[in-house]
């Protein structure tokens, strides 16, 4: 059984920076990839950004040049860190995990951006 604990949400300002972080524990053997995707009320969960195991990364073209992944494969640990933050990144943040054998999902954190 894999577990992921997210932390990092809040509430800031419009123009401001928080930073997520996800670990994973359990029975965790060959990740392929971790990533970070987001729900806004009403809408379907999209993919924000996704590393591999070889740290390849990609981005939604709506957060490119503002957000960056990263993870530390040692301690099963990817961190997303936003800056210039805008009131339409407003979400809750899941954070994913993907292996050989299973897909998993965070219970997911809480991001605000007030205008």
């Known amino acids: 059984q894999v577990q992921l604990v997210e932390s990092g949400g809040g509430l800031v300002h419009s123009g401001g920076s928080l930073r997520l972080s996800c670990a994973a524990s359990?029975?965790?053997?060959?990740?392929?990839?971790m990533g970070w995707y987001r729900q806004a009320p009403g809408k379907q969960r999209e993919l924000v950004a996704t590393i591999t195991s070889g740290g390849s990364t990609n981005y939604a073209d709506s957060v490119k040049g503002r957000f960056t992944i990263s993870r530390d494969n040692a301690k099963k640990t990817v961190t997303l860190q936003m800056n210039s933050l805008k009131p339409e990144d407003t979400a809750v943040y899941y954070c994913?995990?993907?292996?050989?054998?299973?897909?998993?999902w965070g219970q997911g954190t809480q991001v605000t951006v007030s205008s």
């Open positions: 359990g029975s965790i053997f060959s990740i392929l990839a």
């Open positions: 994913n995990i993907v292996t050989l054998t299973l897909r998993s």
